[in-house]
């Protein structure tokens, strides 16, 4: 008897459904341990790049710790231990830290008056193309004003050129820097021109612009903004550089 047409849809779908099952179990069979072997090696992948990531977490909170008791203990006077503390961040991984504890080194060097130590280590961090940019322009203004005595005057204007810009953050620091040089080039005019430009900078810290108006006015340049700044009862010595401490920070 015939196989009515109904009855072979039926058929031919059971055979379909019979090849594919018997080709998925012929191609497992031929990639099974592969396929399983890969997913294996992506889980354990994930699974160490998960315990990496947790390990930079926990070193990079570590390391933030010691520095910042570090810098505890040193404002309470505690030395002990702080140069092999200081000596191991300074070898950081994590730019940041490195450059404050690199900074740090500089600033404890100058503080016991070992003034190659500081130029070496400002100029180290200056030239550091792996520290973030503003800790670069940092040092190198904190290099710049430990140097001054000793640098040409155009010396101290060319490396400050750069910063000595309106708008850079640094461009309180640079500019007075480079004012007193063009002051001991004899180029009076043209140093009163910068701190008046200083002077009337809102970006630009308060103690930074007080001292800019008084070296405009010893250079005859009206320099007071509109809304004058507080003036500060210490005067500032014509021809005397910013201390490598007081270099401002950067406006946020």
């Keep these: 008897m015939a196989i009515a047409p109904q009855d072979n849809s039926a058929f031919m779908r059971e055979v379909d459904e019979e090849v594919r099952k018997e080709q998925a179990v012929q191609f497992w069979e031929r990639w099974g341990k592969w396929i399983a072997g890969l997913v294996i090696v992506g889980l354990a992948a994930f699974g160490g790049w998960l315990y990496w990531s947790n390990q930079q977490t926990v070193a990079a909170e570590s390391e933030t710790e010691q520095l910042a008791q570090l810098l505890e203990d040193l404002n309470a006077g505690t030395t002990a231990d702080v140069d092999e503390t200081l000596a191991a ?10 450059a404050e504890a690199m900074l740090t080194q500089a600033a404890l060097a100058l503080q016991n008056q070992n003034e190659p130590a500081a130029i070496g280590i400002f100029g180290s961090i200056a030239a550091d193309d792996g520290l973030p940019q503003q800790f670069r322009d940092l040092a ?22 750069g910063l000595a810009v309106p708008g850079n953050p640094w461009f309180g620091s640079a500019a007075e820097l480079s004012a007193v040089a063009m002051m001991r080039q004899g180029n009076e005019e043209q140093a009163g021109a910068l701190f008046a430009q200083i002077a009337n900078d ?12 008084q070296m405009a006015g010893v250079l005859g340049v009206d320099a007071v903004p509109d809304e004058p700044v507080e003036l500060e009862e210490e005067q500032t010595v014509p021809g005397q550089p910013v201390a490598a401490d007081t270099a401002e920070e950067p406006s946020t």
């Design 89 to 98: 961040l300074a070898e950081s991984r994590r730019p940041i830290i490195r």
């Design 140 to 161: 190198l203004i904190r290099q710049t004003a430990v140097e001054f005595e000793d640098m040409e005057p155009q010396a101290v204007i060319d490396r400050m050129a």
């Design 202 to 213: 809102e970006s630009v810290p308060e103690t930074l612009r007080t001292r800019a108006v």
